[in-house]
């Protein structure tokens, strides 16, 4: 079938993104779905840092890839061996588990080795490609490929949601949510009561407080920019500071969650956590980044510094957890969407997400959704 996507060129284009377009939207060839695969109607897909990363070249992808790895849809067609059927929400998330390797054993804490595989290799789960332009494949990005109308996934890739599930709040749960709410339950776990501290409120760091707040904690948020301080306040943070000024008053925490994708981001994470305490980092900086950190504080004061890739969620798992969350009132996830935007704005919404401007701003693929 033909579908409409917009697909990255080349990584490494220089900013601004609404000069430089990298990004070319337009139509595509979409195969049926095989084995275990689905055949998705996108209805919204968040912009995400990850998207950035590979536009900027911090995260090399091969290209021309399909991007987009955050978003919610319908089920359409199934191919044979899936358990969904046509007319199903669904989330789509960025890291299939094939359930069967030692990265799989772990409940979360590391990644699928098959799913990394073919998230870096372009492909879906089972190693194949259902995109194609001018008879040239095209890579899919993270197993996920959403800026399109349709997309073809392995049924790993998402996971089932009731109807009352709006569709951009669907799509916050596949990336967002999980990463930062994740980072928060499953990787820093703190005990009733304990403060958390949130660095970076991007969209990953405002789920992270949100869900913070959601689960009764006293929660700081850490941002240089003063509309997200302010937004913070307003969404239940206790205090929120920019990080000179949390540093300069003694503001520490037993959970510190680092979600800026930077060094400095990573060392005032790290500064601000309390003995005992553990520091999570979910940011993704360049490859060449590097931070400074006393292994003498480490040692001396039992710290604990903790990675976590997709808020080493299992998303099968989490999801229905954080939409009880959602349907009780408790987790506000409309508050995350800053813009909705269509195809063609992806350029000029790189550059208001690269400056610092955006929380998360909502692809629209479905005209019954309001843009």
Excluded at 60 to 67: A, E, F, N, S
Excluded at 279 to 294: I, K, Q
Aim: aromatic share 2%.
């Amino acid at each position: 079938m033909e579908i409409t996507g917009a697909v990255l060129e080349r990584c490494g284009a220089p900013p601004p993104y609404a000069e430089s377009r990298p990004l070319t939207v337009g139509p595509l060839r979409l195969d049926p779905p095989g084995p275990g695969e689905l055949l998705v109607r996108i209805e919204a897909a968040g912009l995400c840092h990850s998207d950035l990363s590979v536009v900027d070249g911090n995260r090399v992808r091969p290209t021309p890839m399909l991007l987009g790895h955050e978003a919610a849809g319908i089920v359409e067609r199934t191919g044979p061996d899936t358990d969904l059927c046509p007319g199903q929400r669904v989330v789509m998330t960025f890291l299939p588990r094939c359930g069967t390797c030692a990265g799989c054993a772990t409940d979360g804490r590391l990644p699928c080795a098959a799913g990394s595989a073919a998230n870096a290799a372009g492909t879906l789960l089972d190693g194949g490609r259902r995109l194609h332009r001018d008879g040239v494949p095209v890579h899919h990005h993270l197993g996920v490929s959403a800026f399109a109308t349709h997309a073809v996934v392995h049924r790993a890739s998402v996971v089932p949601v009731d109807d009352d599930v709006p569709a951009d709040v669907a799509a916050l749960l596949g990336c967002a949510v999980l990463t930062g709410g994740g980072a928060v339950v499953n990787a820093g776990r703190p005990a009733t009561g304990d403060r958390v501290v949130v660095v970076g409120l991007g969209g990953v760091g405002m789920a992270a407080l949100l869900v913070a707040v959601a689960l009764g904690h006293d929660v700081v948020g850490v941002d240089t920019v003063p509309a997200k301080l302010d937004l913070a306040r307003a969404l239940g943070a206790a205090a929120a500071h920019t990080p000179g000024d949390a540093v300069d008053q003694g503001v520490t925490a037993p959970v510190v969650v680092e979600a800026a994708g930077s060094a400095r981001a990573f060392e005032t994470a790290f500064a601000l956590t309390a003995p005992g305490g553990t520091t999570v980092t979910v940011g993704l900086p360049g490859p060449e980044a590097r931070a400074a950190v006393s292994p003498l504080t480490l040692t001396a004061q039992a710290r604990t510094v903790v990675g976590s890739y997709l808020g080493s969620a299992v998303p099968e798992r989490d999801i229905p957890r954080y939409v009880d969350l959602w349907r009780s009132g408790r987790l506000p996830l409309e508050r995350l969407v800053s813009a909705r935007i269509g195809l063609d704005g992806l350029p000029t919404a790189l550059d208001r997400l690269a400056a610092g401007e955006e929380l998360r701003q909502i692809v629209i693929l479905d005209e019954g959704i309001t843009a």
